[in-house]
């Protein structure tokens, strides 16, 4: 089968220290990717490849003819400029420009495609609020939505449960679980305990890709991404997957 | 009073007052919003630089600071991306602007200006030449934020997203340096260096305590800015106080007066609901 994406050898990093070495990962078809890795590891830095917001050093990312301007991309919550007074509806709307039409106004397409999202997302009654007058979770949900009104064939997020309460986590997860239905999705964390049920392909990142498949991880892997992997792991990777150490 | 509307330099202050309110309610959200304040101050700062060769060159001032002006914002936008600091590079900007005008202006023969109009402006004495140059840029500043506002706003709110949706992010960026460039050129006529930066904040504030949809700030901020212009030129006329500074201080003083009502009011609703 056709990767979505194909990442192969990417190599990046910030002021010559490289933060991706030869990092190489394919992406299918309503996959479910579960990108983990220590603070630091790159994983954010992953997706920002991905979508093109910085260039590698080396390597290539194809993406599946016609996928161009079709990845949704779901930024850590602390990403946006919250100085910024916009509503949640406006808000959704931005993700509708992009870089053929920032010099046109908003057409009703646009329009009805955010009102549905909202609504979809729980989040219709509440457009009208100032976005940074919502909840942890419900920014999650404008950020969701944000990437969704643009008809993404690909979601990729970066840490869409850390900042939100226990409640809207389950939320967020469900409705990540139900999008997977239509779309490709890969979730950045490092906290990978409430997406254990839900995964099908795990990704370990720290500098370099350490495990790449669908089979259960064991210690030695876990311990070379994250160095000392008991204390970490406490809450961290279900320990079903784990040999004893 | 009113006999005083008939006098020429009154209507051009008028006209100024209401061209920089106009700009302020344009540009100044996007420079709150994107906390670009201080990028500003360094900017008009620039100007002073271009105002002294200007003079020491027997030029008009106005060109000499929109060269001075455009230069620094386009070599700031060039420069943020490769200094890690931006803040270092304000600070320098700043200073160095302000030593150029001050040893052009001391090299100039026999002109010793009057520093505080530099820094304070007189609204009172603005030709009407530089109001028909500063109706044409209100237009052309205009004109551009309306036909890339989208851009703007999305840029505004999350650079990194909008490079991800393959808006020309750097580009917008440096439009929107001229454009700031531009504005404040426009502004050190009415209200001088160090009030430029005031007018960009205190109506952009006010709307703000006001409302959260973006174009009801912009907006809003045009008509406080015109407002309080309007308002402080009277002031000034009858108290006899410096045009400029009158405006401002009252811009301030409404300034304060609604964070003061919005306080009270809420500790009043907060007051009734735990009486209940």
Redesign the interface.
């Given at each position: 089968m056709e990767s979505l994406i194909e990442i192969r050898d990417l190599t990046f990093g910030y002021d010559s220290i490289p933060v991706l070495e030869r990092v190489s990962l394919d992406i299918l078809d309503r996959d479910y990717v579960l990108v983990i890795g220590p603070n630091g590891g790159g994983k954010t830095t992953l997706l920002?490849l991905i979508?093109?917001?910085v260039r590698p050093w080396s390597g290539s990312i194809r993406l599946r003819e016609g996928l161009e301007?079709r990845?949704g991309?779901v930024?850590q919550f602390s990403?946006?400029?919250k100085?910024?007074?916009?509503?949640a509806r406006?808000?959704v709307l931005?993700?509708c420009?992009?870089?053929?039409?920032?010099?046109?106004?908003?057409g009703s397409q646009d329009r009805d495609r955010a009102n549905r999202i909202l609504d979809k997302m729980g989040l219709y009654e509440l457009r009208r609020r100032?976005v940074?007058d919502l909840s942890g979770g419900q920014i999650q949900r404008v950020l969701i939505a944000?990437a969704l009104v643009?008809e993404p064939e690909v979601l990729l997020l970066d840490e869409p449960t850390t900042s939100v309460d226990i409640t809207s986590r389950a939320t967020i997860l469900d409705l990540i679980g139900e999008l997977n239905e239509q779309m490709a999705v890969v979730v950045v964390t490092h906290d990978p305990t409430p997406f254990a049920p839900v995964y099908r392909h795990l990704a370990c990142l720290n500098r370099h890709l350490y495990y790449h498949g669908r089979e259960g991880l064991d210690a030695t892997v876990m311990e070379k991404v994250y160095g000392c992997p008991v204390e970490l792991l406490g809450h961290g990777i279900p320990h079903t997957l784990l040999t004893d150490h | 009073m009113l006999d005083v509307l008939s006098y020429a330099f009154m209507q051009n202050a008028i006209a100024a007052s209401i061209l920089a309110s106009i700009i302020c309610g344009v540009i100044g959200?996007f420079i709150?919003?994107?906390?670009m304040v201080f990028i500003s101050g360094g900017l008009s700062h620039t100007a002073f630089g271009g105002l002294g060769i200007a003079y020491w060159m027997g030029a008009n001032p106005l060109y000499g600071a929109v060269v001075f002006v455009l230069g620094a914002a386009v070599a700031m936008a060039g420069l943020e991306k490769k200094v890690d600091s931006s803040d270092l590079l304000i600070g320098i900007f700043w200073a160095l602007g302000v030593a150029i005008g001050i040893v052009f202006i001391h090299m100039t023969p026999g002109f010793t200006p009057d520093l505080m109009t530099f820094l304070f402006g007189n609204i009172l004495t603005v030709p009407r030449s530089d109001i028909v140059t500063a109706l044409a840029l209100v237009i052309l500043i205009c004109l551009v934020v309306f036909?890339?506002f989208?851009?703007f706003?999305?840029i505004?709110?999350?650079?990194?997203?909008?490079?991800?949706?393959?808006?020309?992010v750097d580009a917008?960026n440096l439009c929107m340096m001229v454009l700031m460039a531009l504005s404040i050129v426009i502004m050190l006529q009415v209200v001088g260096i160090i009030l430029v930066i005031a007018l960009l904040t205190i109506p952009v504030a006010i709307a703000?305590e006001i409302?959260?949809?973006?174009r009801r700030?912009m907006v809003l901020s045009a008509l406080w800015g015109i407002s309080i212009c309007l308002a402080g030129l009277a002031i000034s006329y009858i108290a006899e106080l410096p045009a400029g500074a009158a405006i401002i201080l009252l811009g301030a003083f409404i300034l304060g007066l609604i964070k003061a009502g919005k306080w009270f009011s809420r500790r009043l609703f907060l007051g009734r609901k735990a009486a209940r």
């Open positions: 920002k979508m093109g917001i301007g990845l991309y930024p990403s946006f400029n100085n910024f007074p916009i509503t406006e808000m931005t993700g420009i992009d870089g053929k039409n920032y010099f046109r106004r908003y100032n940074n944000r643009a | 959200p709150v919003a994107r906390r036909v890339f989208k851009g706003v999305s505004a709110l999350d650079e990194d997203y909008a490079r991800a949706r393959g808006i020309p917008l703000r409302t959260f949809h973006f700030v």
